[in-house]
């Protein structure tokens, strides 16, 4: 059974700093891009970063310089480490993995964590 399953979410004053954590199951992790999306009521989700299975990476620009993305194909784990936090960071933060075979996409979702940001 697939399962991706986040951990880091919280609370935090602005310019605070919080680490997401996923942990993925029940499928090569290895051969997969994994990454972060984020959703605010009324909005659509939106992509954070992502980090190919060779270790590329991409991040929104509204996150540039401030959001790390990195992976462990040991312990099939994606982090993203949040610093300078801005209270338009707060949403649902959801862990996604993505793998493309012969041109149909396989994607598997977490449940989300929450991610405040106060003034």
């Known amino acids: 059974q697939v399962q991706l399953a986040e951990s880091g979410g919280g609370l935090v004053q602005a310019g605070g700093s919080l680490r997401l954590s996923c942990a993925g199951s029940?499928?090569?992790?290895?051969?997969?891009?994994v990454g972060w999306f984020r959703q605010v009521p009324g909005k659509e989700r939106e992509s954070v970063a992502c980090?190919?299975?060779?270790?590329?990476?991409n991040y929104a620009d509204s996150v540039k310089g401030r959001f790390t993305i990195s992976r462990d194909n040991v312990k099939n784990t994606v982090t993203l480490q949040m610093n300078s936090l801005k209270p338009e960071d707060t949403a649902v933060y959801y862990c996604?993995?993505?793998?493309?075979?012969?041109?149909?996409?396989?994607?598997?979702w977490g449940r989300g964590t929450q991610v405040t940001i106060s003034l």
């Open positions: 980090i190919g299975s060779g270790g590329s990476t």
């Open positions: 029940g499928f090569t992790f290895d051969d997969y891009a």
């Open positions: 996604h993995a993505r793998e493309v075979v012969v041109g149909r996409a396989y994607d598997y």
